[in-house]
C-alpha cells in the first residue's frame, strides 16, 4: 500500500503550483531569470578577468589586440612587481596597518555600540557616526598640519589612527543593530546569579557576540586595506600601502600595462579570498540595521 | 518581600559573589563604581577618540577658511573674513561646475544603482540553483580595492587598445573616447561606479525583500494581480523604507568619491577638469595648491551640501515609515 501511494503524492505535489497556473508565462519567466542572471554575472566578473588576464601578458601582447584571449602566458610581470618594486614591504605595511587599526576600533568600538545600544543612546551615536559624513579631505588639511608638526608624518602611529577613523564608526552602527537584536534576558539572569553588569558583558554578552564582532572585524579589514586617500597624504616612503604603490607603475609619459594589472591583482586578490571566506558575515554587515526602516 | 532581596548590582558596593574572597577593598570599590558609570565608561572612549579626531579639525577648517591661509606661509596668513566664500560662490570656472558634477555624478549613479539593484534583487529574490555563485560575483566588486577597479577599467577603457572599443568593434560601433573624451569622461566614471557598488544596493534590497512579509503579496494573488501590478502596487510601497536607507548609505559616499576618479584622470580630475568633483577639487586646493584658506571655505560648502541632502533624506523616510 505505502509503496503505491508514496510515489504518488510526491510527483503530485511538485510540478502542481509551478505547473498548473499559466505554464507558459511561467517558463517563459524562467528562462528570462537564467539568461538575466548570466548576465549579470558576467558584467560583474568579466573586467576582473581582463584584468587578470592582463597581468600574465607581456606588454607588446596587449597592444595587440589579436592576442585578446589567446597568448602565450608570462609571470615576468609578477616577477617584476614583487621583486624589483619590493612589493612584499607595501603588502606587509597595508595589512600592518588594517590590522592594528582594526584591533584598536574593537577595542574602543564594541564596548561603545553596546553602551549605545543599552541605554539607547541616539545622541551619542549620532557623534561617532557623523564620522562616516565629513569629507575625509576636511579633516585631512588640520590632522596633517598637527600631525607633520608633531614629525609623524610618514609614521605609522598616524596611518593607523586615520584608518581607525574610518573603522569605528563602522564598527559601531555594525555592532550597535546587532546588540539590539539580541535579547536582554540571558545577560539579565547571569546578573541575578550573582555576576555585576560588567561581568554579564564581559562572560555573557561578549562570548554571544562572537559572530557580530566577526562581521565588524572583517568589514573594518576590508576598508582599511583598500583606504586610498588617507594613506596616499599621510603615509611615508616606509609605511607606504598598497593602493598608494600602485601609481608607481603610472607616469607621464607612459604606463606599463602589464605590471599596472599584476599590482592592481596582487592588491585584490588577498582581500577577495577573505571575502570568499567569510561570505556570509560580509554580506550581514553590509546589511546592517538595512531592514529595521 | 522583593525589597529585602534586591539584585545585587542595585546594591554599590557590594562584594559580588565572584569576588568575595579574593578582592581588597579598594578594588572592590573601583569594580562598583565601573559597573555604576559603565554607561560612559563604555561609551566615552570612543566618543572621545571621534570627537578629538572630528571637532577640533571641523573647528580649524572653519576658522582657517576665513584666513587666507597658503600653507607653508602660515605666518602670513591674515583673517579676511567671509573673502574666501565670496571669491568661491562666484567662481564660474572650477567651484559651480565642481558642485554640479558632484550631483550629477551622485544623481545619475544613485538612480542607475537603485533601479538596477532592485531588478537584480528581485531576480534573486526566490531561491534557484547556482544561488551560491551569483553571491559570489555580487561580492567580488565590492570588496576590490577600488583604485585597483579605476586602473583595471582604465585598461578596459583605453581608446586604442581597450576591451570596451573592441567590443562596441564587434557590433559595428565606431570607437570611442570614453575616459579621454571630455564629454564621455565623467560619465564613464558614473559607470565605474556603478559596477562597483551596484552589488551593495542589491544586497541592503535583497534583505528588505526577504523580511517582507508574504501576506499582502498572497493576497493581492488572490485578487487576481498580475506581476507587475503585485510589484508596484505591494512590494515597492513596503520597500520604500529600505530604499531609501540604501539611497542613503549610498549617497554619503558617492557625494564623497575621490578614489577612482583620482587613479582614472589624476590630479584636477582631468587635464580639462572634466571629473573633478567637489571632494578633488578641495583635495587639490589643500595638497596640491597649499591654497588652505580657499579650500576650507569649499570644504565648509561641501559638508552643507552633504549635511543637508542627508537631512532632506532623513525627513523623507520618516514620511514614508507613516
Known sequence: MTVQTDPQTVTAARPAPAGRRKPLANRAYKVFRVVALIAVVL???APLIWMLLASFKTNVDIYDTGKALLFTPTAENYANVLQRNNYFIFIFNSFWVAFVSTVLSLVLGVPAAYAMSRFTMHRSALVVLMARVIPGV???VPWYYVFSNLRMVGGFEVLILSHMFVALPLIVYIMMSYFDSMPLELEESAQVDGLTPIGA?????LPLSIG?????????FIFSWNNFMFALVLSGSKTKTLPVAIFDFVSYASIDWGGLMAAATVVTIPIMIIALFTQKYIVS?????ATKG | MSVLTPPRSAQPGAPSGRNAGAGSGARENFSA???RHRKWLFAAPAM???GVLIIFPLAWTLYLSLTDSQGSVRAASDFVGLQ????VLADAERFWPAVGRTLTFTGVALVCEVVLGMCIALLLWRPFRGEKWVRVAILLPLVATPVAVGMMWRLIFDPNIGFANQLLGMIGIPPQPWLSGQDTALGTTIFMDVWQWTPMVVLILLAGLTSLSEEPDEAARMDGANSFQRFFYITLPLMMPTVIVAILLRGIDALKTFDILYATKGKGGGSFHEVETLNVYAYGLSFDYNQYGLSSAVLILFFMIIVGSMWLLTMRKKAVSK
Not at chain 2, 84 to 87: A, D, F, H, I, S
Request: net charge positive; hydrophobic share 60%.
Open chain 1, 285 to 289: 554587515g553590509m546589511t546592517a540595521g
Open chain 2, 84 to 87: 574666501n566664500y565670496l571669491t
Open chain 1, 43 to 45: 558584467f560583474l566578473i
Open chain 2, 33 to 35: 563604581w565601573a559597573n
Open chain 2, 48 to 50: 572621545i577618540f571621534v
Open chain 1, 212 to 220: 557580530g564582532i566577526a562581521t565588524a572585524a572583517i568589514l573594518s
Open chain 1, 138 to 140: 576636511s579633516l585631512l
Open chain 1, 201 to 205: 558583558f564581559r562572560r555573557i554578552t
